[in-house]
Nanobody, 116 residues
Framework: QVQLVESGGGLVQPGGSLRLSCAAS????????MAWYRQAPGKQREFVAR???????NYADFVKDRFFISRDNAENAVYLQMDSLKPEDTARYYC??????????WGQGTQVTVSS
């Protein structure tokens, strides 16, 4: 049984910070590429950040220098540190695990709301 469980979302004011966590079980975590996506109401789900099993990192342009992805293989967890949050960052954030583009899993998401 595979599970990806996100946590750390919530309501924050513009300019604030949050750290999202994703705990994985049921997979050999160290060989999986891990990523974060987000989806706002009425919009398409979009890529945020990726950290591969070989430590390569990619970020979407709109989060560069604000968001930082990391992983802890010993804890089977991936994190997204979000700083300088903007109202347009409001979305549900999803954890994604992929191996060879064949075995792919999604978490249920955690809500992030940035508002005064």
């Amino acid at each position: 049984q595979v599970q990806l469980v996100e946590s750390g979302g919530g309501l924050v004011q513009p300019g604030g910070s949050l750290r999202l966590s994703c705990a994985a079980s049921g997979i050999i975590f160290s060989i999986y590429n891990m990523a974060w996506y987000r989806q706002a109401p009425g919009k398409q789900r979009e890529f945020v950040a990726r950290l591969t099993s070989t430590s390569n990192i990619n970020y979407a342009d709109f989060v560069k220098d604000r968001f930082f992805i990391s992983r802890d293989n010993a804890e089977n967890a991936v994190y997204l540190q979000m700083d300088s949050l903007k109202p347009e960052d409001t979305a549900r954030y999803y954890c994604y695990a992929s191996y060879m583009g064949i075995n792919n899993y999604w978490g249920q998401g955690t809500q992030v709301t940035v508002s005064s």
